[in-house]
């Protein structure tokens, strides 16, 4: 998937039409969105983990630290464990 062609991953973060970040409730809402849309698929999957990561950006960037931190530590457990070699993904 491409992330910036309007149709792959990075339309759960970024607008196709004019290239800004989404923010405030759209943030919220694309993030879970983005969640259940890729929860079904196993704890392997690259997109289910991302998904995680989004989810969890989203409820801190948002003023919700109380809910996006076991998000945020679930995401970078799962990064250690099947991704462990990427080391810039990690950080």
């Not at 990561?53 to 989203?58: D, E, F, N, S, Y």
Request: negative net charge; contains cysteine.
């Amino acid at each position: 998937e491409e992330w910036n062609d309007g149709e792959g991953f990075g339309k759960w973060q970024q607008c196709f039409d004019c290239g800004q970040d989404f923010h405030g409730a759209v943030q919220l809402a694309l993030g879970w969105a983005c969640w259940k849309m890729y929860l079904g698929r196993p704890d392997t999957d690259g997109y289910r983990c991302d998904a995680m990561g989004i989810l969890g950006i989203a409820l801190r960037q948002n003023g919700r630290p109380e809910e996006a931190l076991p998000v945020l530590e679930a995401h970078l457990a799962l990064m250690r464990r099947y991704w462990s070699h990427d080391e810039g993904g990690i950080l």
